[in-house]
């Protein structure tokens, strides 16, 4: 059973900085695509920032230039460091995984991440 575990949300002014980890207990980490989501009370649901097992790296316009997507393949974790946060930013961020094997997807359960202004 792979399991994903976010962590390191809160609260934060704005302009400050945080930094997600998601650890997994996948042993196919080092091949999976890992994946930084975001929902906003009374939104869908939307991509942030991806990593491919290569280490390439793609963002979401909204959060290009501030936020840094990272993996550590000998920790199975995945960090998302955010900085210059923004009141828009507030949301429950959610890991995931994808298994190039199964093409199966794996989620965390989420953390709050909520910036005041």
């Known amino acids: 059973q792979v399991q994903l575990v976010e962590s390191g949300g809160g609260l934060v002014q704005a302009g400050g900085s945080l930094r997600l980890s998601c650890a997994t207990s996948?042993?196919?980490?080092?091949?999976?695509?890992m994946g930084w989501y975001r929902q906003a009370p009374g939104k869908q649901r939307e991509w942030v920032a991806s990593?491919?097992?290569?280490?390439?790296?793609y963002y979401a316009d909204s959060v290009k230039g501030r936020f840094t997507i990272s993996r550590d393949n000998a920790k199975n974790t995945v960090y998302l460091q955010m900085n210059s946060l923004k009141p828009e930013d507030t949301a429950v961020y959610y890991c995931?995984?994808?298994?190039?094997?199964?093409?199966?997807?794996?989620w965390g359960q989420g953390t709050q991440v909520t910036v005041s202004s």
């Open positions: 996948t042993t196919i980490f080092s091949i999976s695509a």
């Open positions: 990593i491919t097992s290569r280490a390439m790296t």
């Open positions: 995931k995984a994808h298994n190039p094997v199964t093409t199966y997807d794996y």
